[in-house]
């Protein structure tokens, strides 16, 4: 079966530290794996994708992830937070089928203090 | 350009009544998938339409749970005799069909309170 896995229900990092939210992955074949972000009361928000090639992502807002194959993890990164990335993250990876409906795991709330 | 719009940003409603979601996906987006997320169980997908093709309504919890699509834009989510469990954001999406690389964009949600 196909899942996403997101071990830690928060994060709590200083401003200016640098951040990790973790996810893990279970999928047949090659994976498609996306980062969204969630602020309150908002829809998703697109921030990156790992569909192939590079290992190291970049997208929006200064974020990177990292898709590593043999551990089957694409953990979320950013060299330096801001208390604006204070957010509720989602990790998500494609179905194996025609739809292509993602699969999310379960969100980790990232909580940056000044 | 704009986004994924739905409508309304809220709706309250009284148990046993019949709610109505509606979706405008980005233009000339031909796949639209609807998605709920709730406290207990996250994000899940419920159904997805593509172009003129049948719709997958696989992730639909209930026979009360029903979605069309017309001319391949606006979509409505019907539920029918609201249960409070039914209580949560609605999430539209929505992606062109070149693969299925594309991104999926969303929509801010309708949230779905049923008293």
């Known amino acids: 079966a196909q899942s996403v896995a997101q071990p830690e229900d928060q994060v709590n990092v200083a401003e200016g530290n640098p951040l990790t939210v973790k996810c893990t992955y279970s999928?047949?074949?090659?994976?498609?794996l996306f980062w969204y972000v969630q602020y309150p009361n908002r829809g998703l928000q697109f921030l990156l994708k790992y569909i192939t090639g590079d290992n190291l992502v970049k997208g929006s807002y200064g974020f990177e992830a990292e898709f590593n194959k043999s551990q089957t993890s694409f953990h979320l990164k950013k060299p330096s937070a801001l208390v604006s990335d204070s957010a509720l993250y989602f990790c998500a990876v494609r179905a194996s089928s025609n739809t292509g409906k993602l699969i999310f795991g379960q969100g980790t709330t990232l909580q940056v203090k000044p | 350009g704009a986004g994924v719009s739905q409508s309304p940003s809220n709706k309250v409603t009284e148990k046993g009544k019949d709610v109505e979601l509606r979706c405008d996906p980005i233009?000339?987006?031909?796949?639209l998938y609807w998605y709920r997320q709730s406290l207990g169980q996250g994000l899940e997908f419920l159904i997805y339409?593509?172009?003129?093709?049948?719709?997958?309504k696989s992730g639909l919890p209930s026979d009360r749970f029903s979605a069309e699509r017309t001319g391949g834009s606006v979509s409505t989510l019907t539920i029918q005799r609201t249960q409070q469990e039914d209580s949560a954001v609605y999430l539209c999406?929505?992606?062109?069909?070149?693969?299925?690389?594309?991104?999926?964009?969303f929509g801010p949600g309708t949230r779905l309170t049923v008293l």
């Open positions: 339409f593509q172009g003129n093709s049948a719709p997958d």
């Open positions: 999406a929505s992606r062109p069909w070149t693969s299925g690389r594309d991104t999926q964009y």
């Open positions: 233009s000339g987006h031909t796949a």
């Open positions: 999928v047949s074949g090659n994976p498609y």
